[in-house]
């Protein structure tokens, strides 16, 4: 059935205010289900882990089953295949550095200039460290799509490592990561990605993906600040790892450093639960084809409520093209065809004539519009389209809690402006 709007938008405590959120790549408003989890925690459960007493013991079942719902949301294999951290940045960080120990002076690896500053950097720095050569894949000026000839070329070099996005935080492209992925492996290389800005838009599934690594930030979706990494567990569990030393050799322990952001992890639960719920209100008519496709219980919720959210926005997504393409001197970067739409998230970067970002997301915040100017940290992309001495672009990104006339609304606004 079609998403009820009015339903969706009671789910969002922060929504009651008079102002429109076209600031989601950045962060998302948080559902209902993420602050009750945390207010729960709080007061019910709030210990360190691995005590004998009532409230660690309770603490550490939201722990375990934060844990499980995720492994669910990324249709991991395992629960043990899911580590919590601070964030995506930080996690690469971790990650990038254990990896990194496994190279030898002379190897290569691949980061792309279509990438969030936070999937490149670490490797980079990583690879200095090690004597390893970074190889770089371009995306297209014109559409903002991943080079996919370039990195066949630099496959050829036998990579140690692909690090790749799902989507581009920057130009909405979604990159064809189940070909990528095919292509990485048969070159001997592993494959980490970037799931941060996708995970808001569609249905993950590592096992189909095969990836070896993928992680996401939750308040990118609907949660909490926190972050997490999916990874195989063959390989997490041969990884070294930099932790203290009475810390557990287990997984997912072992990566999971010091005393964790217990609340955060147990907000992060309750924005899997939003999506089941999601998928309960909203995905009766997708159960069987996917029920069919081997998904049960909660991830066959979940696969429902985010393919529901999914169809939604490509309605959102048609309809912010349209507004934005309607305004004269406006130019977007990145795909315009509307017949593309399923190879794009919602959001969409753009310059206003000769106006300075800064000042168009002023004028929009003044009329109660909020927007992100700059690079939002995909620094590579705003450098090779000419726009970073400049100020970078305006974005503009949906979530399936905005609304057509929101769309309006902004369009009316730049008209103005």
């Known amino acids: 059935m079609p998403l009820d709007l009015n339903l969706i938008r009671q789910q969002f405590p922060g929504l009651d205010r008079p102002a429109i959120f076209f600031d989601n790549p950045g962060g998302t408003q948080i559902s209902r289900q993420a602050l009750e989890r945390i207010n729960r925690y709080l007061l019910e459960s709030n210990a360190n882990h691995e005590g004998v007493f009532a409230t660690s013991q309770a603490s550490d079942a939201v722990l375990d089953e934060a844990h499980a719902a995720m492994a669910d949301f990324y249709n991991a ?47 980079v720095l990583a ?12 995306f297209h000026l014109e559409d903002g799509t991943l080079d996919l000839e370039s990195l066949q070329t630099a496959l050829e070099r036998k990579p140690r490592l692909l690090a790749v996005g799902y989507a581009s935080n920057s130009l909405g492209t979604i990159n064809p990561l189940a070909k990528i992925i095919r292509m990485a492996h048969a070159a001997g290389a592993l494959v980490y990605v970037d799931a941060v800005q996708y995970a808001a838009h569609g249905p993950i599934d590592v096992q189909k993906l095969d990836c070896d690594f993928l992680v996401s930030s939750s ?29 557990t050799d287990s997984l997912p322990g072992k990566f999971e450093t010091g005393t964790q952001n217990h609340e955060g992890i147990a907000g992060v639960l309750g924005a899997v639960e939003y999506f089941a719920w999601l998928g309960q209100q909203f995905g009766a008519e997708m159960s069987e084809g996917l029920a069919e496709e081997g998904y049960h219980g909660r991830r066959l919720e979940l696969k429902k409520g985010l393919n529901a959210l999914r169809a939604y926005e490509f309605e959102l997504s048609r309809s912010l093209l349209a507004a934005l393409q309607t305004l004269p001197g406006l130019k977007i970067y990145g795909q315009t065809d509307p017949r593309t739409l399923d190879q794009r998230v919602a959001t969409y970067s753009f310059r206003l004539r000769d106006q300075h970002p800064r000042e168009t997301a002023q004028k929009l915040a003044a009329a109660g519009i909020y927007v992100w100017d700059g690079n939002y940290y995909a620094l590579n992309i705003s450098e090779r389209l000419g726009v970073e001495e400049s100020g970078g672009m305006v974005r503009v990104g949906a979530v399936h809690y905005n609304t057509l006339d929101e769309v309006e609304r902004l369009r009316a606004a730049l008209e103005k402006c």
């Open 77 to 123: 294999a395992s629960p043990s295949e899911i580590i919590f951290g601070n964030n995506m940045t930080t996690l690469t960080l971790h990650i990038s550095r254990s990896l990194a120990r496994t190279w030898q002076a002379g190897d290569e690896i691949i980061v792309t200039r279509l990438d969030h500053d936070a999937n490149v950097t670490p490797w």
């Open 127 to 138: 690879a200095q460290d090690r004597g390893v050569k970074v190889n770089w894949v371009d």
């Open 219 to 247: 308040y990118k979706y609907f949660g909490p600040h926190a972050g997490i990494l999916f990874g195989k567990q063959s390989l997490l569990a041969e990884l070294f790892a930099y932790k203290v030393r009475p810390a």
